[in-house]
C-alpha cells in the first residue's frame, strides 16, 4: 500500500539530499515538518536515512528530542548492519580469491566506500557479487560451506526455472544474511540482450578501501552505466538510486564523459545514461556537463521519461508511465529492440496473462491467443 506522503516531508528530505542545500533552507524547512515520523517513514523506505541522518544537526531545535532519537536509533542499526555487511563481503572475496575465482562486488557498502566516502554514509541491503558463470558451482559450492543456502529455484543443470533470471540468491539462516550471486548485469530482464558480466567490468575495474581492507570495484565509468541500468530495472522506485548517480558523479571530477557516452552507445544503454544523469540533475541539482546534457535533451522521450520518474518517485514509487510503448521498450536502442521483436519473447505468456482472465489451469494454453489483448488493454504493461 503505498504511503500518503505531506508535502514538508518531501520538500525537507529533498533538501536534505541536495548537497548544495544550504542549513538556512533546511532549517527553514524543518520549522515547517508538522509529522516527523512522516519524515522519517520516508528517508526509511527510499533507504536514504544515513543521508537525512548527516545533516540532523543543520535542522535546529525544531527535530523534536523523540524524532532525533529515532533517527540515531535507525542510523545506529544500518551501522551495525554494515559492518557486518563488510566484515561479511571481505571474507567472501577472501574464500573466492583461494579458490582462484574473480569476483566483482557491486552497490552496497563498496559503493559506499567508494562514491559516499564512507560505507556508513549509504544504507545498504543484502551482497550482491557478480562472477564468471563458469565459476559458479564453485562459489556457490564455498558459499554453502560458509552457511548459505541456495534459494533459488534451479534445473537439474543449474540454470535457473525463471529463464530471465541471471542471479542466484543465497541466505545464511544463522544470521539472516542474503547474498546475490550475479553472472550477468540486466538493463530489462529478458529484454536486453546484452550479456554484461565480467568480461565487460574486470579488465579496467579499480579498488577501493573498505573496512581497512582493498577490494575490487567497478571502474567509475562503468559504474555511472550500472547505477543508470539498476535504477530503470526498477522504475526509479527509490530515491537512493538517484543518490547513487549523484555521489558517483560527484566524487569523480574527472569523469570520463566521452568513454561513458561512447560505451553507452555501444551497449545500448544511452536512454539508461540518459534517464540517470537527468533524473539526478532534476531532482538534486548534479553538476554534469552541459554538453552532455544537451545531448540528452534532445531525446523527446527521455524527456517525457525524466518528467514522469521526477513527479512520481516520492508520491508514487514505482509507477511506470502510461504510454503505447512499454516503458521497458522504450529503454531499448534499435538493434535490441529488433531483436526482442524477432525472438517473439513478447508473444510468450506469462502469469499477468492467465490472472488477467481468470484462466484454470486447464485452460492455460489459451494464454497465447488472450496475450495481445492483454497487451492491448494494458499499455503499460512491463
Not at 562459489?139 to 533459488?152: I, Q
Request: charged share 25%.
Amino acid at each position: 500500500m503505498p504511503m500518503t506522503i505531506e508535502k514538508p516531508s518531501q520538500d525537507l528530505l529533498i533538501a536534505v539530499l541536495r548537497d548544495a542545500t544550504d542549513s538556512g533552507t533546511i532549517r527553514t524547512l524543518a520549522d515547517a515538518m508538522a509529522n516527523w515520523d512522516d519524515l522519517i517513514d520516508l528517508a526509511l523506505q527510499h533507504c536514504v536515512l544515513p543521508l537525512l541522518f548527516a545533516r540532523l544537526e543543520e535542522m535546529g531545535p525544531a527535530v523534536p528530542a523523540s524524532a532525533a532519537g529515532r533517527i540515531q536509533l535507525e542510523f545506529d542499526r544500518m551501522v551495525l548492519h554494515n559492518l557486518a555487511n563488510a566484515a561479511e563481503l571481505i571474507a567472501v572475496l577472501q574464500l573466492f580469491n583461494r579458490e582462484g575465482m574473480q569476483a566483482m562486488p557491486f552497490k552496497g557498502v563498496v559503493l559506499a566506500a567508494s562514491a559516499y566516502g564512507d560505507m556508513l554514509n549509504r544504507q545498504s541491503g543484502d551482497l550482491d557479487v557478480l562472477v564468471r558463470k563458469s565459476d559458479l558451482p564453485r562459489a556457490t559450492k564455498a558459499l554453502r560451506e560458509r552457511g548459505y543456502e541456495l534459494e533459488t529455484s534451479v534445473l537439474a543443470d543449474g540454470t535457473p526455472e525463471e529463464p530471465r533470471l541471471h542471479e542466484y540468491k543465497l541466505r545464511r539462516r544463522a544470521d539472516g544474511r542474503e547474498l546475490e550471486l550475479r553472472w550477468r548485469l540486466d538493463l530489462n530482464w529478458g529484454r536486453y540482450g546484452r550479456d554484461l558480466g565480467m568480461d565487460w567490468v574486470w579488465p579496467s575495474h579499480a579498488t577501493t578501501v573498505l573496512a581497512g581492507a582493498v577490494v575490487p570495484t567497478l571502474n567509475p565509468e562503468l559504474s555511472l552505466l550500472m547505477l543508470c541500468m539498476h535504477g530503470c530495472k526498477h522504475y526509479w522506485s527509490r530515491l537512493i538510486w538517484v543518490c547513487d548517480i549523484d555521489k558517483a558523479i560527484h566524487a569523480n571530477p574527472d569523469l570520463n564523459w566521452p568513454l561513458v557516452l561512447a560505451e553507452a552507445k555501444r551497449q545500448g544503454l544511452s536512454r539508461a545514461l540518459g534517464l540517470g544523469v537527468m533524473l539526478s540533475v532534476r531532482m538534486l541539482q548534479t553538476k554534469a556537463p552541459q554538453s552532455v546534457l544537451d545531448q540528452f535533451g534532445k531525446d523527446k522521450t527521455l524527456c517525457r521519461l525524466t518528467n514522469h520518474f521526477a513527479a512520481n518517485m516520492v508520491a508514487n514509487p514505482g509507477t511506470g508511465p502510461r504510454a503505447r510503448v512499454p516503458y521497458g521498450f522504450q529503454m531499448l536502442d534499435f538493434r535490441d529492440r529488433l531483436r526482442f521483436i524477432l525472438s517473439g519473447d513478447y508473444l510468450r505468456p506469462n502469469e499477468r496473462d492467465r490472472d488477467a482472465f481468470g484462466l484454470p489451469e486447464w485452460l492455460s494454453p489459451l494464454s497465447f491467443l488472450l496475450r495481445p489483448i492483454r497487451l492491448l488493454l494494458d499499455r503499460s504493461a512491463r
